[in-house]
């Protein structure tokens, strides 16, 4: 029992058993979400959040921490409701132009040696200030392609937890299990090495902010597929709700200790605290402190794991 | 008692012979509300008006439940989840004071799929298949040109209007312009931005006042006639007819011009109680009656007669309000 209980094992199964507590929660609360409707509608509104805390986790993986990202997903959601709607060959232009925004941003921070949150912090009202350009008024619609995937009800197993399962994995495999991989990370966990093993450092920040900047995009287009319209701030508490979720997903501070799987399941323990606490008929004015209560209670219990590791 | 008793036995055979019939029984219905924000005293007027109406129609065993959630913060990602957790709650009717018009149309439109019935009030979505009760917000603006071409001949007129670049704001005054455009006796001399409150429009009225004629009235948007009466007093300039916005402070000040010199004005704004406008359509539409998708919210205005009335039952720092019955509700509805 004590062999397979170790403090590493136990960091891994932590987040799953968080989510599995509050699933099993949930199903006592309100039998009804235990069904393929019930988890369909539970679960949607956390893809675009997953995917968001996956974009999250490339930027916490090098080191730093993205403060714009609600803002980004708003923009990406604008123009996915506007111009790729209209006129998608723009649009999926504008939507590149998104991603290489992200990465010239990470080579900014790099190569000026730059405090991502600084940087980050003024670039939230950049994008913001375009959202607000191209969509001025709450509106736009979805794209029928992207409304019709979002809203895909295949045999058996609902969507949302496709989508999870899909996304958790093929980052895991791109980032946990490839050579490439290895060395992003470890560009996070130890800069020096990887710089004197002769890989370029500036390559990795702009790759890592690119893919934040991918997945930003993809969590904005999921977001108006589930939504239909899109507004200048539709996404604004995903900024928070990405760094929590990547952290209660197993991240940390420090770069390069990040888990895929971890950050996805983070994302919908998150979600899914949102509908724990309304099925509890809780007062709204104290929801969100319990929410925080919620995350003080998982990082709590992740530091007595540290504890246990340093102690053995 | 035994006559209602029999009715009662009468109406649930009925009900069960025929499940289409119109005269269902809404007492195992739950309604649910889904507001966006509670920050401001028209907010929490609206909320206790629900809690009220809501609260007696359960005693009665008119509907089953009625609760009212609040998001925690105003965001169209956070409502949108808490519709659809009222969804997986198992209400039957969800009334929504909507954070964003479009935003919410997704989880809407998965209410409506699993047979729940939405209906927006005052933020109102735009996804067919909700019922709206809109406000006339032009015509708000419209009725008081109408008013004051009632009461006198013509002149110059100033306008108050609300917070710049707000859809609202562009509305009101948008009905108080084509109002003044079909009676050309009036005249619109200047406009001035009171955001709705005292202050602001006291300081604003205040500064455009020397370069302005004889002013025979004011036009309002709500929450500005109490500045604007102070402005032309401090200026030292005639009162002039000055409508009012059903806030407390402005029918305070109505009532001591009015008992002190006779003075003669009018008063409109939107009920916080149009929530339960909202209940009771609801309520309706469980009970199987043809209702129309898209309604309009009646105003509440205040006139020289009933002003003692209202001012009495208006909180100090509140807004006028009324609950509306279901007999109102029904001539809502029949009246559209």
């Known amino acids: 029992m004590q062999r397979f209980l170790t403090p590493n094992a136990l960091r891994t199964l932590l987040p799953v058993l968080s989510l599995a507590a509050l699933l099993g929660a949930i199903f006592y609360l309100q039998p009804r979400t235990m069904s393929y409707f019930g988890l369909n509608l539970l679960l949607n509104l956390a893809v675009p959040i997953a995917l968001a805390t996956i974009a999250q986790m490339f930027i916490l993986c090098v080191n730093d921490l993205d403060l714009s990202l609600g803002a980004f997903i708003s923009l990406t959601a604008c123009i996915t409701a506007t111009w790729l709607f209209d006129t998608p060959f723009l649009g999926i232009l504008a939507l590149l132009a998104c991603i290489a925004a992200y990465g010239v941003m990470g080579a900014l921070i790099h190569l000026r040696n730059l405090p991502s949150i ?27 392609w992207i409304r019709t995937l979002m809203t895909l009800k295949p045999a058996f197993v609902p969507f949302p937890i496709i989508a999870s399962v899909v996304i958790a994995l093929v980052v895991h495999i791109g980032l946990m299990r490839s050579a490439t991989g290895a060395v992003l990370r470890g560009a996070g966990g130890n800069p020096k090495s990887v710089e004197r093993a002769g890989w370029s450092l500036l390559r990795v920040k702009v790759t890592m902010f690119s893919l934040a900047g991918l997945f930003g995009v993809l969590s904005g287009m999921a ?26 997903g197993g991240g940390e501070f420090v770069g390069g200790r990040v888990s895929p799987i971890g950050a996805v399941i983070g994302a919908i323990t998150l979600a899914l605290a949102g509908s724990f606490l309304s099925f509890l008929r809780l007062n709204p004015d104290w929801q969100i402190g319990a929410q925080g209560a919620i995350l003080i209670l998982v990082l709590a219990l992740r530091l007595l794991i540290s504890a246990r590791e340093n102690r053995s | 008692m035994k006559a209602s008793t029999l009715g009662t036995i009468c109406l649930t055979v009925a009900a069960g012979l025929m499940s289409t019939s119109a005269i269902a029984d809404t007492s195992d219905k739950r309604i649910a509300l889904s507001n966006n924000y509670a920050g401001n005293s028209w907010r929490q007027a609206m909320l206790t008006s629900w809690e009220k109406v809501g609260g007696s129609a359960v005693s009665d065993g008119t509907v089953a439940a009625a609760d009212a959630f609040t998001t925690a913060e105003n965001q169209v990602t956070e409502q949108a989840a808490q519709i659809q957790n009222l969804i997986l709650q198992g209400y039957d009717a969800i009334v929504i004071n909507a954070a964003s018009p479009e935003g919410l149309n997704g989880a809407v439109k998965e209410a409506c799929d699993a047979g729940v019935v939405v209906v927006s009030f005052d933020g109102i979505v735009t996804e067919p298949c909700a019922y709206r009760i809109a406000v006339d917000f032009k015509n708000m603006g419209k009725v008081q040109v109408e008013y004051l071409a009632g009461r006198i001949d013509g002149g110059d007129l100033l306008e108050i209007r609300g917070l710049a670049g707000v859809f609202v704001d562009d509305e009101i005054s948008a009905g108080i312009h084509e109002g003044v455009a079909e009676n050309a006796q009036f005249k619109i001399q200047g406009s001035v931005h009171g955001d709705w409150a005292q202050d602001v429009a006291q300081k604003a009225v205040a500064g455009i006042l020397p370069s302005l004629p004889e002013i025979k009235a004011v036009v309002t948007q709500g929450g500005d006639g109490y500045g604007a009466a102070q402005a032309f007093k401090a200026a030292g300039r005639p009162t002039p007819i000055i ?27 939107i009920a916080p109680g149009v929530s339960t406008l909202a209940f009771w359509v609801a309520q309706q539409v469980l009970d199987g009656k043809e209702v129309p998708q898209d309604l ?39 009246g559209n």
């Open chain 2, 296 to 334: 309009s919210v009646p105003f509440l205005t205040i006139t020289q007669d009933t002003l003692e009335v209202s001012l009495s039952n208006t909180q100090a720092g509140g807004v006028a309000n009324v609950e509306y019955s279901l007999d109102d509700a029904k001539a809502v509805i029949s």
């Open chain 1, 223 to 248: 977001l108006v597929g589930l939504t239909t319209s899109a507004d200048a701030n539709i996404a604004l508490r995903y900024t928070l709700l990405s760094i929590a979720g990547g952290i209660l």
């Open chain 2, 243 to 269: 409508v009012m916005g059903n806030r407390h402070d402005e029918l305070t000040w109505w009532k001591e011009q009015k008992d002190a010199n006779g003075y003669e004005t009018m008063s409109v704004s």
């Open chain 1, 118 to 144: 600084v940087v980050t912090l003024g670039m939230s009202f950049v994008w913001t200030g375009i959202a607000v350009l191209i969509l001025p008024t709450p509106g736009g619609s979805a794209p029928d």
